[in-house]
Each structure stands twice: as structure tokens, then as C-alpha cells.
């Protein structure tokens, strides 16, 4: 009888999946959508550097192009300074997925970013980009890690 009782709960979990619900990945995606493509965009495009920090999660961290990484509050305040600085930003979201659990999710996409080039000639840079979420305790999602990267060849060194 010990056999059949370890057997039937065995096979109620393979039956039930053995995890916790999923819940709505649609409404979840969205969430993830909107705080990237609507929330951070927006703020982005207006400059508004401390709500996009306030968007990640306190211990996120940049892997901006071309330099090193940046992990806390200050070193991405930094980054978003640089980006809002630019003449023009815009990025799209492609595809965002959500963990089986719901607890964390990845996006990414494409982005269209305003800069000079070596001539000092305005110049459009086109890449991808991939980020990380969280859901945070009060079930907002922020992003932990960002990363991006130019389609182009990054440019040769200056001559000195």
C-alpha cells in the first residue's frame, strides 16, 4: 500500500505539473512591455534620467558598448546621461518570455540611437539590445541586467 500512496502522489504531480500556476504570461508580458517600450522609453526621450533608474532594480547592472560595466544607482546614472544626451532614442521590443514561476523574464529587441561620428558628422547607431527582469515584491517588473551593442564595426582607434 506504501508503493501505491508514493506512486498516486508521484503521478498527481507529473499530472499537475509540479509547479505553481504560471497565472496570465499575457498580462505579464505586457507589464514587461509597457515598462520598457512605454515607461523607460518615454523617460528616455524626455530625459528624465532618475525615472529610469528608478525602473531598475537597485542592484542592476549596464553593459553598455564600448565600456565597462555599470552596477549600482550612480554608475547607471551615468549611462542613462549618456543616452538621454543623444539626439535621438528609440527601441523596440521584439520579444519578451516569462519564466515558468512568473518571477523573472527576458525582452529584447532593437534600438536606433542619435550620435556623432568621428568626423563629428550626426550619425544614426542601429543594435540590439537584451534585458533581464525581475518581478519585484509589490509585482512591478524591473530590469536586473541590460545589455546592448551596435550592429556596425566599432570604430577604429583615433590616431594620436
Known amino acids: 500500500m506504501r508503493r501505491t500512496g508514493v506512486f498516486l502522489v508521484a ?3 507529473l499530472v499537475t505539473g509540479g509547479c ?3 497565472g496570465d504570461v499575457a498580462a505579464e ?8 517600450d512605454v515607461e523607460m522609453l518615454n523617460a528616455a ?3 528624465d534620467v532618475e525615472r529610469l533608474v528608478s525602473l531598475q532594480a537597485d542592484g542592476a547592472s549596464m553593459f553598455p558598448p564600448n565600456a565597462p560595466i555599470a552596477t549600482g544607482k550612480e554608475a547607471r546614472r551615468g549611462v542613462w546621461s549618456d543616452i538621454t544626451a543623444s539626439p535621438s532614442v528609440d527601441w523596440q521590443t521584439s520579444s519578451v ?6 518571477d523573472v523574464a527576458y525582452s529584447w529587441g532593437t534600438y536606433e540611437l542619435g550620435v556623432t561620428d568621428a568626423e563629428g558628422n ?8 537584451v534585458n533581464v527582469w525581475k518581478k519585484q515584491p509589490d509585482g512591478a517588473w524591473k530590469q536586473v541586467v541590460v545589455i546592448w551593442n551596435p550592429d556596425q564595426p566599432a570604430p577604429a582607434p583615433v590616431a594620436e
Open 11 to 13: 503521478s498527481l504531480v
Open 20 to 22: 505553481a500556476p504560471r
Open 29 to 36: 508580458e505586457a507589464a514587461i512591455r509597457n515598462a520598457g
Open 45 to 47: 526621450k524626455t530625459g
Open 97 to 102: 518570455e516569462v519564466s515558468r514561476a512568473g
Open 122 to 129: 550626426p550619425a544614426t547607431e542601429i543594435g540590439k539590445w
